[in-house]
């Protein structure tokens, strides 16, 4: 389960910067079906934009962007016949909230198995909340090289931005109160894909 842009640590539900809270599931908002069919739109549009995948390449931001990336890049390659390449960036040392001598930080790798200098880099996220993660996400990219552009793609948007961050792609926009976080789980890691709705309860 991810629940986006200020929800990485794996520490579980919490509020930004820290204290965890208990959550109650309140509504599922994308069923497997939805998903599958989110992710193809976005593929398309992705081809269409860039007019191809001529200098494209996927970079999937841990945990579950990574996972919807290659999910993409699978529909791209159904789409052009060919497959973009896929790379999976972690971003904690690179977030402004990181506290360094929390012992439950954990760092996992980053593979970006090719240059991008040059090329079309869509960063893929599972939900864009506040835009911090993928602030971090272009602080991380630039020590990798010089892309010709990046653009974003996530599957749920759920606003709240505190950085006038927008993304390029988006697979449902969905409205919440500040109390509620969307869950992304996905079948490769939690045995099912659905997208909830989370809201805090009474600790």
């Known amino acids: 389960m991810s629940c986006g842009d200020d929800s990485r640590r794996p520490v579980g539900p919490h509020r930004p910067g820290g204290t965890d809270v208990p959550h109650r599931d309140k509504a599922q908002i994308m069923t ?20 191809g995948i001529q ?3 996927l970079v999937g931001i841990r945990s ?24 999976v960036m972690d971003i904690t040392l690179y977030r402004d909230d990181l506290n360094l001598f929390d012992r439950k930080v954990t ?22 909340f506040t835009g911090r993660s993928i602030r971090a996400a ?3 990219l630039t020590d990798f090289g010089r892309p010709a552009t990046v653009q ?16 390029n792609y988006v697979g449902k926009n ?21 997208v909830v709705i989370r809201e805090e309860t009474a600790a």
């Open 107 to 128: 760092v996992n790798r980053t593979d970006i198995p090719y240059s991008i200098d040059g090329l079309s880099v869509v960063l893929v996220d599972d939900v864009l």
């Open 64 to 87: 579950r962007g990574d996972i919807l990336a290659e999910r993409i890049a699978e529909q791209i390659g159904k789409i052009e016949g060919d497959k973009p390449p896929v790379g």
């Open 32 to 51: 497997e079906d939805e998903m599958r069919r989110a992710l193809t739109r976005i593929a398309h549009e992705i081809c269409e934009r860039n007019k």
């Open 174 to 194: 969905i409205p919440t109160s500040l109390r509620e976080m969307v869950a992304v789980q996905v079948m490769e890691v939690d045995g099912e894909d659905t």
């Open 152 to 167: 974003l793609a996530v599957l749920v948007d759920r606003g709240h931005r505190e950085f006038p961050i927008a993304a």
């Open 55 to 57: 200098d494209l390449a």
């Open 138 to 140: 272009l602080d991380a």
